[in-house]
């Protein structure tokens, strides 16, 4: 990897977001960091816009919609203008849905896949292509238990946490790694006081996981110490997925 350690977060729209608190930690680290988020998605969710990610220690913010198929290659085009080159990408950007498989529309199926599945494929497919050696996607914990009421954003979830040692091995012939990231519940502000309790007492810690708690799990697989591990989805889920 270029010690001028540079990388693209995707997602960076609401302040306590994982993205947002990822990129800050990155670039706290000593990381030169293009971010970009989407917060038109946020105002049509029940959680609305909230605070915006604050973005003055990144060296660059972009609203980017990634529904639009040209945008990722577009976006890390720009990465590359913004930082003179690029060693990573972290896709933690997602299509949030509601519903099950008897109300979903077709529409929301194909938005679900455009963004969380088909963008974050493109996005690596372009930041191997100039050079990154670390890749960095995220899931849900659907492959550990069903997840009926979401079915578009668990089904375009599991696509991308399923296609990832696929996406590895052409990336290992690069000398770059590929690994997917599942956090479990985060407290992000979307869960109403009855979910929130619900969760809380059901997990193995008793509480939620926060942004804070991921973010030293991506540095690390951006790390050098991480370079043997490729091909993997890392539940760093306080014990989520494994709870009784």
């Known amino acids: 990897?270029?010690?001028?350690?540079?990388?693209?977060?995707?997602?960076?729209?609401?302040?306590?977001?994982?993205?947002?608190?990822?990129?800050?930690?990155?670039?706290?680290r000593g990381w030169r960091v293009a971010g970009a988020g989407w917060p038109d998605h946020d105002a049509e969710q029940p959680w609305g816009r909230g605070e915006p990610a604050a973005t003055d220690?990144?060296?660059?913010w972009r609203a980017v919609d990634l529904a639009d198929p040209e945008a990722p290659a577009a976006l890390v085009a720009l990465?590359?203008?913004?930082?003179?080159?690029?060693?990573a990408v972290v896709a933690v950007h997602a299509r949030s849905a509601a519903g099950d498989v008897m109300k979903v529309e077709?529409?929301?199926?194909?938005?679900?896949?455009?963004?969380?599945?088909?963008a974050s494929l493109l996005l690596a497919r372009e930041a191997l292509a100039v050079g990154a050696r670390r890749?960095?996607?995220?899931?849900?914990?659907?492959?550990?238990?069903?997840?009926?009421?979401?079915?578009?954003?668990?089904?375009?979830?599991?696509a991308l946490q399923g296609v990832t040692a696929s996406l590895a091995t052409t990336a290992a012939a690069l000398g770059a790694t590929v690994n997917c990231v599942n956090p479990g519940p985060v407290d992000t502000g979307y869960a109403d006081d009855a979910t929130r309790g619900w969760v809380a007492e059901r997990m193995p810690r008793g509480r939620w996981g926060t942004p804070g708690d991921v973010a030293p799990v991506v540095a690390w697989l951006?790390?050098?110490?991480?370079?043997?591990?490729?091909?993997?989805?890392?539940?760093?889920?306080g014990g989520w997925g494994v709870r009784p």
Not at 6 to 28: E, P
Not at 106 to 118: H, K, P, S, Y
Not at 224 to 236: F, H, I, N, R
């Open 135 to 158: 890749v960095v996607l995220f899931t849900t914990g659907v492959h550990q238990r069903p997840m009926p009421d979401e079915i578009a954003y668990a089904a375009s979830k599991a």
């Open 1 to 28: 990897m270029s010690v001028d350690l540079r990388v693209l977060v995707t997602g960076v729209s609401r302040s306590v977001g994982i993205a947002a608190t990822v990129a800050g930690d990155l670039a706290a």
């Open 106 to 118: 077709a529409g929301e199926l194909d938005a679900c896949f455009a963004v969380n599945t088909r």
């Open 222 to 237: 951006l790390s050098e110490d991480a370079g043997w591990v490729t091909g993997q989805t890392l539940d760093a889920d």
């Open 79 to 87: 990465a590359v203008e913004d930082l003179g080159g690029l060693d």
């Open 57 to 60: 220690a990144l060296a660059s």
